[in-house]
């Protein structure tokens, strides 16, 4: 560095970013953070309502949710509904994201759209609507009912993430692949498969997700003997103001947490793979 | 020194001095890495000079040009305006034009806006700024294309706008950030001319950077070469090519065959791989002087091709090469050579008439010892 | 070349995914929409008594005007931080990124738990309005507290488009204004902000489509006399069992959904609205 005697203190740079952008940017990572991390101190109290802050520490909420079995089955049921729609819509996505990527032109163009749509719609519109046939079809309060369902709003996102992975994909590598003999299924399961799992792993775990933390529909397809988590947790604030659920949503804020953190690590890993991020 | 009393004094018209004097005066940019972006550099730019900042990229030339419009800091020294201290103030209140090497054209404005913009800015009238953008859209021939957006425009369309833009409020110095590189060859030298053109019409100084020694050669009055942040020498093209200071220079403008020359003065002759070659004292620049750590430097249309010792010329320094390559130019042939024992590699000039050489030819390479420069190595 | 074959084989891996989009959502849809025009004849009575019965038209515009304030919410706080993202290090830039990310990763029924608690009356809202001496500062049970809880959730649609646009602006043009004369503040208004207006319109668009159908939300935080239009849709399907009234107007909220995603994807020129959405994980709409 330079003497003091010839350097004169100047601002580093002619456009500063200014003070109160700093404090705006500031309050908007508070607004994003802090309210999540109220439930955890939640978790730990004493009380038998939502009074904060908390009068004691206790074990007692994790206590509960791990002995009550309307927690426990709440919980089994989630992750067994997350599980099957995670399956199926991965593979129905896959093969459509596959199939999408080798045609184009106006119809395929719309057909893409038209996956999406569940994406866009209101989900309350979708509960309203599927909740209205299943009913006549006898699927509500079923694991059918809640796995067709969730996976019909799962398949964008594995259809997304199977996509991106499938930017960076050499169409060109599946005609080598038939000209040293392969079958178009051999070539899909030896070449393409390996080139995109990272996108089909994203999209699973995103499918998981959506499905885990789904409400809306799971409110109308609930019933007294099948219910998953979410519903549970909106019985507890609504119907028997049960401070379980703060123990139930610090569980859930940090095993989403972790599994949105996996697909990162992985990503970081085998990141010298030519693929594009998803 | 200062302008405003000069033009007072003599009551000459504006045009007889309308250029602004640039002077840097220990100026100093650090980012905080290893060495600093621009060391110390001193330099004024006299009014109305067209001076061209020269060097390979990271040498400091562009942070120099930013330093001048203000759109960096500096770490230390100052910069002044027709001697007013300008260091603390903000680009905007400079006034200086700026020319980009991507335009910076406003896309969401047409031409005829992009170029109003700075007279808005300053408040100038509606039936000026018609006059004013109609006038300078002229004189960079691109009248009628007043309402089109930028992007509907060629390269050298956007860079004339840019140009347009930049002179249109008269600003104290125009500064060009190597406003060509952009371009492809051909309208690279239009554009050229034609910046020395307006150059001249409008009379105000210029600083022109740039990474391409011809481009230099070409517009400047002065050139200053730059070198990992320092000016390596400040000169007219004809001084830095001719009369370079060091072997960076030499090298950086034109072809040169150096010789690293390894021991002290001889008296009036230097030693090179056992040749005993002349020195003429006109040729030493003044630093450091002949011997260990200085370079005799020939320029290849200054070497002859002999067939052996007995044709070169008394006094002439000679040293024997063998031919490795012959390049057809059109107008010359350039001859590749290696050079002495450990083979050098060299170059010369012959006449494109000379088709008598061929690969692997051994020669005798001579020139004048005033047509060597002897420099700092 | 049996290229026909070969197109049409090509379209069968899509098969299931189509159908699975049929069966659930296309000819649910379709059925609720018979449904609402038949009594059993064909009619628009449905439609015509969300007019007429005095609680839809109020009801909706209540859902307008609270997505609208959201919406501006958003913009507010989202723009400085987008334009803050598009200025820091790329370090920064990263975690900035996750941060607004985070409302993604925060299970639904917990990020609006953690709003019960914060908003409640005794909670650390209110104490702390106390704490400044304004008392009686009530937000739990009321449309601002709503309000609140769902700009934080739609943050991250108002800053990522807004990202994109305003990173993908050459900063070169902020010098040159500076260059030609402009404050820093006139080179902004001038240069910056008229080159943001896509990102905006994309972030306004897509902020207010998605407030439009918030049901868990204000069903939780909200009141029932202050219901938003997916309250009144779950209320007249589950406890009134008006599938026909119900089925008209999640037409009519489906229908003005797409036409704003539509409108939003077109507006947002580079920025896909549905790209955005897809590739961020959505809650409670």
Redesign the interface.
Not at chain 1, 113 to 128: D, E, K, Q
Not at chain 3, 281 to 285: N, S
């Given at each position: 560095m330079s003497s003091p005697a010839r350097t004169r203190r100047r601002p580093d740079t002619?456009?500063p970013?200014p003070w109160w952008?700093?404090v705006?940017?500031g309050?908007?990572?508070a607004?994003?953070?802090l309210?999540?991390l109220?439930?955890i101190p939640?978790s730990f109290s004493s009380a038998t309502t939502?009074?904060?802050?908390p009068p004691g520490f206790s074990w007692r909420l994790y206590e509960n949710f791990f002995t009550n079995p309307v927690w426990l089955d709440s919980l089994g049921n989630s992750f067994l509904v997350a599980s099957l729609t995670a399956v199926l819509a991965t593979?129905?996505?896959t093969?459509?994201a596959?199939?999408?990527s080798?045609?184009d032109g106006r119809a395929a163009r719309f057909?893409r759209?038209?996956?999406?749509?569940?994406?866009?719609?209101?989900?309350?519109?979708?509960?309203?609507?599927?909740?209205?046939?299943?009913l006549g079809w006898r699927l509500t309060g079923t694991v059918t009912g809640y796995v067709?369902?969730h996976?019909?709003i799962a398949?964008?996102?594995v259809?997304?993430s199977v996509t991106?992975a499938l930017g960076g994909f050499d169409q060109r590598l599946l005609k080598a692949s038939a000209s040293l003999g392969a079958s178009p299924l051999t070539s899909f399961v030896r070449v393409t498969l390996p080139l995109i799992s990272r996108g089909v792993l994203t999209g699973g775990i995103?499918a998981f997700?959506?499905s885990f933390?789904e409400?809306?529909i799971a409110?109308?397809l609930r019933s007294p003997l099948f219910q998953t988590m979410?519903v549970q947790?909106?019985n507890s604030?609504?119907v028997e103001i049960d401070p379980t659920?703060?123990a139930?949503?610090?569980l859930?804020?940090v095993a989403?947490?972790i599994i949105?953190i996996l697909p990162l690590l992985l990503r970081g890993r085998a990141g010298s793979r030519q693929e594009p991020r998803p | 020194m200062t302008r405003q009393t000069t033009v007072e004094v003599t009551g000459s018209p504006r045009e007889t001095k309308r250029g602004t004097e640039i002077r840097l005066e220990g100026v100093t940019k650090d980012y905080g890495l290893a060495a600093p972006a621009v060391d110390d550099i001193s330099l004024t730019i006299e009014p109305g000079e067209f001076m061209t900042l020269l060097g390979p990229s990271g040498s400091g030339k562009t942070t120099t040009l930013n330093l001048i419009?203000?759109?960096e800091t500096l770490t230390a020294g100052t910069i002044s305006l027709d001697g007013a201290d300008v260091s603390d103030v903000?680009?905007?209140?400079?006034?200086?034009?700026?020319l980009?090497q991507?335009y910076?054209l406003?896309?969401?404005m047409t031409i005829a806006q992009n170029v109003a913009?700075?007279l808005r800015?300053?408040k100038v009238g509606k039936q000026e700024i018609a006059r004013k953008v109609a006038e300078v859209l002229e004189l960079v021939q691109l009248t009628g294309r007043d309402d089109t957006h930028p992007s509907k425009l060629s390269g050298g369309q956007q860079q004339r706008v840019a140009l347009a833009?930049?002179i249109v409020?008269e600003p104290k110095a125009l500064l060009l950030d190597e406003p060509l590189g952009a371009l492809d060859r051909n309208l690279r030298s239009a554009l050229q001319t034609e910046i020395r053109r307006i150059h001249r019409e409008v009379g105000s100084t210029f600083v022109f950077v740039t990474h391409d020694q011809e481009e230099a050669m070409n517009l400047a009055d002065r050139i200053a070469l730059f070198n990992n942040g320092r000016i390596e020498q400040v000169g007219t093209p004809q001084q830095l090519y001719a009369e370079p200071e060091t072997l960076f220079t030499a090298r950086f403008l034109g072809d040169s065959n150096v010789f690293e020359l390894g021991q002290a003065d001889l008296g009036g002759a230097v030693a090179w791989e056992g040749e005993s070659w002349g020195v003429d004292p006109a040729t030493v620049a003044a630093h450091p002087g002949v011997g260990k750590g200085s370079a005799i430097v020939v320029r290849p249309e200054d070497v002859e091709v002999a067939a052996g010792r007995d044709a070169v010329p008394v006094g002439a320094n000679a040293v024997r090469a063998a031919v490795r390559d012959v390049e057809y130019m059109g107008s010359y042939r350039t001859l590749l050579l290696t050079i002495g024992d450990r083979g050098l590699f060299g170059r010369a000039r012959v006449s494109a008439l000379r088709g008598d050489y061929a690969i692997g030819d051994d020669v005798v390479v001579w020139w004048r010892p005033r047509a060597q420069r002897i420099v700092a190595a | 070349m049996s290229s026909n074959k070969i197109r049409w084989s090509?379209?069968?891996?899509?098969v299931?995914?189509?159908a699975?989009?049929a069966?659930?959502?296309l000819?649910?849809?379709g059925?609720?929409f018979v449904?609402s025009v038949s009594n059993p004849d064909l009619t628009l009575a449905n439609y015509e008594h969300l007019f007429t019965d005095g609680v839809t038209m109020t009801v909706l515009g209540r859902t307008a005007l609270t997505a609208a304030t959201v919406t501006i919410a958003a913009l507010l706080?989202?723009y400085?931080?987008a334009?803050?993202m598009t200025?820091?290090s790329a370090r920064t830039r990263g975690i900035?990124l996750v941060?607004?990310l985070?409302?993604f990763?925060?299970?639904?029924?917990?990020?609006?738990?953690?709003?019960?608690?914060?908003l409640?009356d005794?909670?650390?809202v209110q104490s702390a309005f106390e704490a400044v001496g304004i008392d009686d500062v009530v937000l739990y049970g009321t449309t601002a507290g709503v309000t609140i809880?769902m700009?934080?959730v739609m943050?991250p649609f108002m800053v990522l488009p807004l990202f994109s646009t305003l990173g993908a602006i050459?900063r070169?043009?902020?010098?040159?204004?500076?260059?030609?004369?402009?404050?820093?503040t006139?080179?902004f208004w001038?240069?910056f902000w008229?080159?943001s207006r896509g990102g905006v319109m994309a972030g306004v668009m897509l902020v207010f489509?998605l407030s439009?159908?918030f049901?868990?939300t204000p069903?939780?935080l909200g009141s029932p006399q202050q219901s938003l239009v997916?309250q009144l849709?779950?209320q007249r399907?589950?406890l009134l069992l008006d599938?026909a009234a119900?089925?008209a107007l999640?037409m009519v909220?489906?229908v003005i959904?797409?036409v704003l995603?539509v409108w939003a994807n077109r507006v947002g020129g580079t920025v896909s609205a549905?790209?955005v959405?897809?590739?961020s994980?959505?809650?409670?709409?």
């Open positions: 002619v456009d970013i952008l700093k705006v940017g309050l908007v990572i607004f994003f953070i309210p999540t109220f439930v939640m939502f009074q904060f802050p593979t129905v996505g093969a459509a596959v199939a999408l080798r045609l057909v759209t038209l996956l999406m749509v569940p994406i866009v719609s209101p989900a309350i519109v979708v509960a309203v609507a599927v909740y209205i046939s299943f067709l369902a996976t019909a398949v964008p996102y259809l997304v991106g995103f997700i959506v933390d409400v809306v409110l109308f979410p947790m909106y604030v609504t659920i703060s139930a949503s610090s859930m804020v989403v947490t949105f | 419009a203000g759109f903000p680009p905007h209140r400079r006034n200086l034009g700026m980009f991507n910076a406003f896309p969401h913009y700075p800015q300053r833009r930049a409020f | 090509s379209w069968l891996p899509l299931p995914a189509l699975l989009l069966g659930i959502l000819v649910p849809l059925k609720t449904r706080l989202g400085p931080y334009y803050l200025r820091v900035l941060v607004v985070i409302p990763w925060t299970s639904v029924m917990a990020r609006n738990f953690a709003w019960i608690i914060i409640q005794g909670g650390p809880a700009t934080q943050l050459d070169k043009l902020l010098l040159a204004a500076r260059g030609l004369g402009s404050s820093p006139a080179a001038k240069v008229p080159l489509t439009l159908g049901y868990v069903a939780l997916a849709l779950a399907t589950t599938f119900a089925g999640g909220v489906l959904t797409l995603v549905i790209g959405v897809a590739t994980q959505p809650k409670d709409r």
